[in-house]
């Protein structure tokens, strides 16, 4: 190999490029004991199963839409769990210092991470609308699956915002218990994952408002039911918006603590 | 066993798992959590399935949490030793595995149960339901946490078979558990496959029996069914104890995949 070809090989394996793949690769690691995707697995079929067997007989929302809430839950628990016991477990094992001493932007390193986990969740949201139905005798239907796609992507773009937008709170080992065990069931009620936000009081629904979960399933449901675009988009677009605001501003507050502090990692 | 050396055992596991979490952690996990569940499922019935009171769903996951504590607690404890490299220790001390395993469990049982209790008094309090036979709803309480205490030491051994540590066994089986003790499904609601496994599943008596105690009704059937259930999962998980730690004096270890 030539030596222009050899530094050029290289850059790409240190180079920006190479991140997105760094970053799933960092995140699927945790999958490598053999039973671990199992709960990619298990989690929205048994919350598929809950969803779809809740459905009345002549319920109006499409089977789709109604699995899809299950596919959302586990897509937030994924997204939750790689904010807080992912990066916890990247502490604990030593490697969180080194991507603090990496001149890569840790921000970017932890979005990426987070990114990877969006990415893999999609595997949970299949197993939710395309099996949980055919355990319940109903045939996916194709339309409504093709409508519905552009409704999952922003979803899991929703959730990815919510859990940058958390991920700075991970200030410690309690923190990752605080937040993993007191948002998971939350965010799924403010999101509308199960059921419609409008059952809930005036101030819950205002504060499902501003969180993007919330329109990502509105949207979800507008586009396989039909029903008004623009206001949702617009309301999800300004949402991850403040969520990425909440996180860049987070993070800089966070390492300039460690800064401070002296001490690497979140703690 | 009721012995003091026991007691401490179960303290001292206890206190090492949870001894470091702040007032905030805790509160998370055993208010947020919990009140969360209850909240989603009540939701859920009453805007999707609708018909069935809130109280149904309140009564029904506050007999799972129960679950949560003998299930969770002892399995956590042991996949954090297994992390440590501390279940070693395990096989080579004078007490039998059972015996060892059933202290960890029991502060997280009366955790579960404390918890479920909990849930179960304020659920009933917001959905002004007043059970018309509490004597019977106590004793449902208690064999929901006796039947969970048991899947989890069954559940707690498999997993010293796995070489996963971080207690996905244990997920599967709650999940599982979520889905088939009737909790938030009644078992007509379930795909026809999963039917018969939830007619043996632990807690899915003790839950019906807990509904029909809120109505004023002792069933003493699904009662008795559900102590028929507690009594096999204790005795898979007696006969688990014995073939543990005979494999474990041979091997050095407690721990299946080493």
Known sequence: MSRSAAEGLGRRRTGLPVLPGAALGAYVRQYVVPAAPILLLAQPLAFGVLTMGS??????????????GAGALSMWTLL???????LWTERQQGRLRLALASPTPVAALFALFLAAAAVASFASVAVAVLAVPALFGERPDGGELARALPGLVALALAVLATGLALTPLFVGADGVVVWFDGLIYPVAILGGFFAPVSALPRLLELLAAALPPYWAFRLLTASVGGGPLRPVVAGLALTVLGCVAVYAVGMRVVLHRIRDTGSVGLG | VADSAYLRTAWTSYRWLLGWLRPGAFLAAKVANPVGQVVLFSLLGAAVAGGRPASWYVVGNSLLICAFGGLYGLSITLSTARNAGLVGYLATAPRPPLWTLSAIALPHVLDGLLTGAALLTGG??????VPRAPLALLVCVLLAAASAAALGLVTSQLSLLARDGRGVLTNVVYLLTLLLCGANLAPDQLPAPLRPAAEVWPLRHAIDAARQAVEGRWATADLAAELVVAAVLAAGAALGARRLQTA??????????L
């Open chain 2, 248 to 257: 474990a004096r041979r091997r050095g270890t407690l721990d299946g995949w």
């Open chain 1, 80 to 86: 939750l769990g790689g904010a807080s016991w992912s």
């Open chain 2, 124 to 129: 009933l309090l917001v959905t002004r339901t």
């Open chain 1, 55 to 68: 459905r009345a007989a002549d319920a109006t929302v499409p089977a789709t839409v109604t699995a899809a």
